[in-house]
Each structure stands twice: as structure tokens, then as C-alpha cells.
């Protein structure tokens, strides 16, 4: 098992496009067993080959429930249908969480680690990891989906205030109420997203 650094904001090489892989060999197949490792070790659901370091179209994604972890050569999303409000986070943009807009489904294509071609359509989480992890490879985070600041969420924060919500409850004041806490997390002046590149 190796474990790879991984790479956050606002290092500049989680902007850069990363180069299509031309063909898989044994390097390349070591990078992603070991960005495996590294994503499970860091209890991630997918991790973009950007993310260590490396400018190639390389993307590694387990799903809560699945056994195997899956490999994903020059990605691509073929197709995208519908639209729902979800909260994202990032290993790349530790501590955070936001709400952005994310795709119903979306028909997905790459290469896998025996170099095979797979299409298929994704639904849920795995729609989501997918998009997010695609996103890395073109330089783009999920903080660039954000509507506004007030839609980061500081963990830390939120905790903070579901806490203390817990420990002096009151009936009559609606920030008692789920996800309203969050928002109160979310009106922070230093966040990640005020570096955000446009």
C-alpha cells in the first residue's frame, strides 16, 4: 500500500488540464492502484490524478457498498439530464462543504484498467463522484459551481452550532431546524472559495 499526497487549494496544479493517457502500462496501473489506497485511506469517494500531483486522465471512484474500487481512463461525460441541489465536498478543499448543482444522471464513457472501453448510465452518488472527479481533470472544482459564499459551509462551524443547538434547545427559534445551522456555518469571510479562479 502507498499512500500519495494530496494536493489542496490552492496549489496550482488543481487548475491545470491534465493530458490524455496514450496508452496503460505498468506506471500507470501502480498510480492508480496506489491513488486507490490513497482515497480509501483518506475516506474519499474518488480521487482525480491532478489531485497527487499527476497531469493525466486517471480517475479512481468507490461508491459507498461497492467491494471494488473502479479505475476510469480519459473519462468523459457523454451526456447530462436534469438538475439537483446537493452538498459536495472535496479532499482537495479540506474542512469544506458546499452546495451546488449537480445532474440527475449522465451517460459516462472511458478506458478501464485493462484498457477496455465501458459507457454506461449513472444515477445518485456515483453521477455525482463522476462529474466531480472529470470536473478535477479540467482544472475545475466544485467550489466554481457555487452560486454564491453563502453556500460553503465550514464544517467546523456547522458542528459547532448543531452542538450548540443540541445543548440549549428552543422550540420557537428556527435555526433549531435541519440545515438551517448550516447556513449559519456558511457566512464565513475566509473560505476557499475567495481564491476561487474564474
Known amino acids: 500500500m502507498s499512500l ?3 494536493l489542496e487549494l490552492p496549489h496550482p496544479m488543481l487548475r491545470k488540464r491534465a493530458r490524455k493517457v496514450r496508452s496503460v502500462g505498468k506506471k500507470l496501473l501502480k498510480l492508480a492502484f496506489d491513488m486507490v489506497d490513497t482515497m480509501d485511506n483518506a475516506g474519499g469517494v474518488g480521487l482525480a490524478a491532478n489531485q497527487v500531483g499527476q497531469l493525466q486522465r ?3 471512484i468507490r461508491v459507498p457498498g461497492e467491494e471494488e474500487a473502479r479505475i476510469y481512463i480519459n473519462p468523459e461525460i457523454l451526456k447530462r439530464e436534469g438538475e439537483r441541489e446537493i452538498e459536495e465536498g472535496c ?3 479540506p474542512g469544506y462543504r458546499g452546495i451546488i448543482t449537480r445532474s440527475m444522471w449522465v451517460r ?20 455525482q463522484a463522476l462529474e466531480h472527479e472529470v470536473d478535477h481533470l479540467d482544472g475545475i472544482l466544485y467550489l466554481d459551481h457555487l452560486e454564491s459564499h ?3 459551509i465550514k464544517i467546523e462551524a ?6 450548540s443547538d443540541d445543548e440549549t434547545p428552543d ?3 428556527p435555526s433549531d431546524q ?6 449559519s456555518g456558511a457566512r464565513q469571510v475566509d473560505t476557499p472559495a475567495s481564491i476561487k479562479v474564474n
Open 171 to 173: 422550540d420557537d427559534d
Open 4 to 6: 500519495l499526497p494530496i
Open 91 to 93: 479532499l482537495s478543499v
Open 178 to 183: 435541519v440545515g438551517v445551522a448550516h447556513e
Open 108 to 127: 459516462f464513457g472511458a478506458l478501464d484498467h485493462e484498457f477496455h472501453t465501458v459507457k454506461f448510465k449513472a444515477e445518485e452518488l456515483l453521477a
Open 158 to 163: 456547522a458542528l459547532s452550532s448543531e452542538e
Open 58 to 60: 486517471l480517475i479512481v
Open 150 to 152: 453563502e453556500k460553503l
